[in-house]
Nanobody, 120 residues
Framework: QVQLVESGGGLVQAGGSLRLSCVAS????????MGWYRQAPGKRREVVAV???????NYADSVKGRFTTSRANAKNTWSLQMNNLKPEDTAVYYC??????????????WGQGTQVTVTS
């Protein structure tokens, strides 16, 4: 069984910063792509940032230059540093991992979600 647990998030004023972290645990053989998605009320879930096992990153245009994702392979953790936050960043943020478990095929796993609220 593989689990992803997120931490971080909260309430911040526009221009502020927050850091989200995600830890994967369980019978993990390897973690390939890791990433972050978000879903605002009434909107579809959208990708925010993705980082490959090799460290290559991709970001949504709306967060480029403000958000940075990183990973620590040995610890099965990855994070999302969010700077210069804007009210439009308000959403529930989910971490995501494409994980090969020891006793299963590679599959996508999701964290429980954490609320980020940015006030103007």
């Amino acid at each position: 069984q593989v689990q992803l647990v997120e931490s971080g998030g909260g309430l911040v004023q526009a221009g502020g910063s927050l850091r989200l972290s995600c830890v994967a645990s369980g019978s993990i053989f390897s973690i390939n792509a890791m990433g972050w998605y978000r879903q605002a009320p009434g909107k579809r879930r959208e990708v925010v940032a993705v980082i490959t096992r090799g460290g290559s990153t991709n970001y949504a245009d709306s967060v480029k230059g403000r958000f940075t994702t990183s990973r620590a392979n040995a610890k099965n953790t990855w994070s999302l540093q969010m700077n210069n936050l804007k009210p439009e960043d308000t959403a529930v943020y989910y971490c995501y991992g494409s994980i090969l478990a020891i006793t299963a095929d590679e599959d996508d796993y999701w964290g429980q979600g954490t609320q980020v609220t940015v006030t103007s």
